[in-house]
């Protein structure tokens, strides 16, 4: 059974934030930036031969031939995959690939904890709502989205024209072809693409380690460097027969790609040339001083407060059994990750001055302005204005999150969503309005009784949720119906907690699934219930009070920052703006680089199983690994995959500007091969979707050769490498 990191550990860990955060310029640096392939050859291409890559830019990027585009994909909802193999095999991490093998997972067939590797074709697993998105192509769009916008328009009127224009072209470059096309904006709106798409729904799991290997280190390690984790699984792309992309059957075919990466066994050292493609998920680059104070010292703390709270919970009854632990495994996950990498972010950004270097940059640029006082004064205006609606999105923006990271943390009120979108339909119904009531419970009723959730461990959650929320939430901006109930109980939210959960039909699944059986009849009886009253007053409190307010002023910040990332952009000459990171698909280029953590603490580049091994013989939880490794440690069956010296390297670090979205992204030297799979940053950079720092600043990968020594040694799985295309 995975152990998990004590609630005690968990301060330890956010406590421990020792590097001596270096200055830095709010220029982009020469590690710095996530381009768009497209655009590379006229932006930076020239720095990046300069650094070390050796192929052309239309290697990178083409619409009419085979290039590394075609090899890297959109896993998931939110990681990146690349191709390894003419059969449509796929390498990822074991994080990003998790919810897939827990699905497959049972008690008694326990992928997670055991690990799984197909040994022939047919013990590959369908994944059942896994898909895999690739680009085929991506036009610049932004004259085609801005036609029609008339002088004097107001901004709804904008964005309503935008928005039809956008419909428009997706609409036309879907005409005649089974491609998926969405556009989007770029630079808070100041520029648009169009994507066309491709993607794949019948994904199979080829291969993963045990989650002592794929997550050795736990949440100890968790965005810490140095790392010694496998963090990897393997899927495999299935196509009908012309190649295109089918729902699962089983005469589908291995898919064959246009292009797949080749693996480098040769290694990496300190200032190689190292490029991440993939799909970054999100970065605030540009943000003004106002909106990094308040991430700092407002967002970020209370978050990590409200997570930790909920992660000492789950700990606590993960720990009981096997069937819990499968349960909230996933979950845990998730909240841990974000969890953790707040804490780094607020405490890295705080060492760093970030607020002061943020105004002395806009300081920076108005005095920029000097000699043209008309734009002098549009702009200085227009960083008051962002103070002053920041101010007032504060507060807000605190209800906001504890009712999305407090309330909505208790799974008794989130389940209460649907069903009352079923009684708003019932009720149409009853008074004789059309409606899609029998349509809507039909949707509903498969997801009764609800998989993942276990009453006792809800009750837990909501009991903690509920006594954070009555200490910290004013009586003033509370749901009318919760403040009662506390008062009715005199704030005693244990007690309250038990009510709501003894006399709830909603968090008994026998209960909720006989709800279905007469649903109409005994809607009376239902809407009566007092978990659904609570929950779904508290829902129409927020919609109401809080998140329309929340929603205008965001709108009035977007509006703002776009036109001060238009003022950054036409005055700033010398410097070149890469986007901020939404999902889309960016190439990051740097060096294997080590760092200097703090006054006397040097981090090298790589690590090895020697790491891996010292730290199992701690004995601590995280550190467990089975005997097998171990065992081919001790007699160094390192074959092919021991560097010069004979070690196995697991990591190594460099300073390629990645994010979440680029778990998974394949990492490749200057010659496009695949010497790695990016995972993780150190903690003391994930401030970088904030600012950058090329001093330390580190993206995470895991050692292409760890990963098949892994596949070929330790899991008897070696055939899997004849279809790669190995460069020794």
Known sequence: MRKYMSNKRRKMSLLKLTASVLLFSLSAQADEGMWMPQLIDALNFKDMKKNGFKLSAQQIYSINKA??????????GGCTAEVISNKGLILTNHHCGFSSIAALSSVEKDYLKNGYFAMNAKEEMFCKGLTVTFIKRIDDVTQKVMENVKPGFSELQKDSTYQANMKAL?????????????????YYGNEYYLFVTETFKDIRLVGAPPESIGKFGGETDNWVWPRHNADFSMFR???????????????????????????SLKGEEKGDFTMVYGFPGRTQEYLTSYAVDLLMNQQDPIRVMLREKRLEVMEEDMKKNDTIRLMYVNRYAGVANAYKKWGGE?????????????????????????NEPVKKEKYSNLLNQLEKTYAEYAPLSKQFDYFSECLLGID???????FMGVFDELKKKQNGKENKFNALLKETAPAIPFKNYNKETDKKLCKAMLEIYSKEVPRTQRPFYLDSLLGAYNGNTSALTDFLYANSNFVENEKAKNMYVNFEANANIYEKDPLYLLASSVYLHYQKAVIPQV??????????????????????KGKLFYPDANGTLRVAYGKVSDYDAKDGVHYQHFTTLDGLIEKNKTGEEDFYVKPRLIELYQKKEFGQYADKNGKLRTAFIGSNHTTGGNSGSPVLNGKGELIGTNFDRNWEGTMSDIMYNVNFCRNITLDIRFTLWIVDKYAGAGYLLNEMKILK
């Open 67 to 76: 290039s590394m585009k075609d090899a890297v994909a959109i896993f998931g």
């Open 170 to 186: 997706e609409n036309d470059a879907k005409k005649g072809n089974q491609y998926d096309v969405f556009v989007r904006p770029f």
């Open 237 to 263: 792309i299935y196509a009908n027969a012309d190649n295109k992309p089918a729902e699962y059957n089983e005469s589908n075919v291995p898919y064959k790609p246009s292009y797949s990466f080749p693996i």
């Open 346 to 370: 607020m405490l890295g950004l705080k060492k760093s001055d970030a607020v002061n270097r943020k105004k002395k940059f806009e300081n920076d640029f108005i005095e920029l302005l000097k």
């Open 412 to 418: 008794g009120f989130r389940m209460m969503r649907g």
């Open 551 to 572: 929603s205008y002023l965001e709108n009035q910040i977007n509006q703002l920052q776009k036109e001060y990332m238009f003022g950054l952009k036409e005055n700033m």
